[in-house]
């Protein structure tokens, strides 16, 4: 019989890529949307006929055994979360409520429905924030620098208290930034490559952006649902760092979508305070060598392949769009 899989968090960026990756080795999956008039389900539209759609919410551990129980999943990742940083500062309530308390709902779903269920925690290398050494690893202390990556930090620590206190198979994956043409416009990453496209298309002047200097390790989305994947493969459950181990600014990023449709960065980009942070995350590099290790897991995708994909995906949605209202 084929593995059953739920996810939470199905329509986002990395949601759509893992149930691609899971449909592709024969997975039944499950993905759970809240109970809304307005799921967005752009992202899965291609496979959205093949995958099990279900209700449930995070705020709601009944529902969350509910699906479960119905469902029957052999494995669970946790994807979902009020995952963008900036907004975590304006609604630091809903965030904790979603992205920190919503694990230990799902957790304990898990333990009331089936003890048996291998479970994946996203967490995040904003947990790192004001980083104590360079790069980080599984050993690293953590210093989170938002509400967003404190409430990524308790999801975290329950998921490895329930792993060790009631047995379960339960593993974090500790992802640095990854990015691809599915990762919402609000997304700096993003942000610049649909600009990007619509300068060169003329339909805009300028990228109003914050502080250029902060730099990320970013990998594609792609390739990191494979190591969440891998995770709950193992027969032992522990915690993974998964990067690329390079770092690139915020500025270096632009320098290569602009530079990619023969721009040049500094005639359209424009420094915004309303963009910056009120606490900046300045450095994050990741040592993925557990995983290499452990996994046999390491990214295919480079930086420059990376930014490349995103501009020509958003040039041609750009294109479309305005073909679209053309009509």
């Known amino acids: 019989m084929s593995k059953r899989a739920l996810i939470t968090g199905l329509t986002g960026q990395d949601g759509s890529y893992l149930a691609e990756f899971l449909l592709e080795r024969g997975y039944e999956v499950s993905g759970m949307v809240r109970r809304s008039s307005t799921v967005n389900f ?36 946790n994807l979902a979360a009020q995952s963008f940083v900036q907004t975590s500062w304006q609604q630091a309530v809903l965030t904790g409520e979603t992205t920190a308390l919503g694990v230990t709902r799902i957790l304990n779903a898990v333990r009331e429905a ?22 980080q690893t599984e050993k690293t202390p953590f210093y989170p620098r938002s509400p967003y990556g404190v409430a990524k930090l308790y999801g975290h620590w329950i998921t490895v208290n329930y792993r060790e206190s009631f047995n379960l198979h339960a593993t974090s994956g500790i ?16 942000k610049i490559t649909n600009h990007v496209a619509k300068i060169k298309l003329g339909l805009i002047d300028e990228l109003r952006l914050g502080d250029l200097d902060p730099q990320r390790d ?9 190591a969440m994947w891998l995770m709950l493969q193992q027969d032992r459950p522990q915690d993974f760092v998964i ?37 900046e ?13 452990v996994l046999n897991w390491q990214p295919k995708t480079s930086f420059p392949q990376l930014v490349t994909m995103m501009v020509e995906a958003d040039l041609e949605l750009v294109a479309r769009q305005q073909r679209e209202l053309a009509r």
């Open 42 to 77: 752009e992202r899965i539209a291609h496979i959205q006929d093949d995958i099990n759609i279900v209700q449930g919410d995070l705020l709601d551990e009944m529902s969350l055994i509910d699906v479960i129980r119905r469902h029957k999943p052999d494995e669970v990742y």
């Open 114 to 135: 089936d003890r048996d269920i291998r479970f994946y925690q996203a967490s995040s290398s904003e947990m790192f924030g004001k980083v104590v050494e360079v790069p």
């Open 175 to 190: 992802l640095f930034n990854h990015e691809s043409p599915r990762r919402g416009l609000e997304f700096v990453t993003r």
């Open 218 to 226: 970013w990998g594609f989305a792609g390739d990191y649902v494979e």
């Open 243 to 279: 990067a690329t181990g390079e770092t690139h600014s915020v500025q270096e990023f632009c320098e290569l979508a602009f530079g990619h449709v023969g721009l040049t960065w500094q005639d359209h980009v424009v420094q915004d305070q309303a963009f910056m942070r009120p606490a």
């Open 281 to 293: 995350v300045d450095l994050l590099i990741g040592d993925a060598s557990n995983a290499r290790t």
